[in-house]
C-alpha cells in the first residue's frame, strides 16, 4: 500500500507569490494534518482535517488555509509568501482524528520563498 | 512547541547505548511518541508508550516515562552508524494535533 504522498517535492517561489501543496492519505485514513518544519526545528501544527472538516488550527495567520476533499486528500495554500515562510511542509495522515491515534507522515513539501 | 523540550546534540560510539531525553508539560495525553527524522527526510513512527505504561521495550529500544516529573526517555541498544539522525519525541493533544520538541540530533561515531 502507498504510504501519505505529497506534491511538489521541492519548490522556489518569491516574496508574494501564493503556494499550492497537496497531500494523498494513506488509504482508509480519513483525517489529515499539516506541520511546519522550519530549518533546525521540530514539526509545528497548521491544519488538522477529518471528514472535510476543519478540526484544528495551530498558531498560524489567516495566510495559510487548507481543505479537504472527498476522497480524503488535501491541499494546504499559502499566500502572500513571505521569506519565513521557507521550510518543509509535512503532510500527515491518520485512521481518526481521536488522540490516540498514530500519525503517518509523508516526505514533504520543501518550500525555498527568495 | 516550547512545552515539549529536549537536548539539541548527541554523540556517541558506534556499539554503544544512546539515551535521549525529553520533557513536556501536558500530562492528559494518552500516549507519548518518538519519531526519527533522517536528512532530508519526512518523520517515521519509530515507537510509542501508553500513559498507564513506565517502560516499553522494543528489539533495542528502551522507552521510559516518569509521569510525576514528565519526563520521557529513549535508549537506544548498541547504536549503529544507521541510527544518525534527529529524534523527536512528541505529545499529542486536542485532537491529534501533535506537538514536536526540537529535536535530538544522533551522531553515531564509527
Known sequence: ?114 | GEDVEQSLFLSVREGDSSVINCTYTDSSSTYLYWYKQEPGAGLQLLTYIFSNMDMKQDQRLTVLLNKKDKHLSLRIADTQTGDSAIYFCADPRTGNQFYFGTGTSLTVIP
Open chain 1, 1 to 114: 500500500d502507498a504510504g501519505v504522498t505529497q506534491s511538489p517535492t521541492h519548490l522556489i517561489k518569491t516574496r508574494g507569490q501564493q503556494v499550492t501543496l497537496r497531500c494523498s492519505p494513506i488509504s482508509g485514513h480519513k483525517s489529515v494534518s499539516w506541520y511546519q518544519q522550519v530549518l533546525g526545528q521540530g514539526p509545528q501544527f497548521i491544519f488538522q482535517y477529518y471528514e472535510k472538516e476543519e478540526r484544528g488550527r495551530g498558531n498560524f495567520p489567516d495566510r495559510f488555509s487548507a481543505r479537504q476533499f472527498p476522497n480524503y486528500s488535501s491541499e494546504l495554500n499559502v499566500n502572500a509568501l513571505l521569506l519565513g515562510d521557507s521550510a518543509l511542509y509535512l503532510c500527515a495522515s491518520s485512521l481518526d482524528a481521536g488522540g490516540a491515534g498514530e500519525l503517518f507522515f509523508g516526505e514533504g513539501s520543501r518550500l525555498t520563498v527568495l
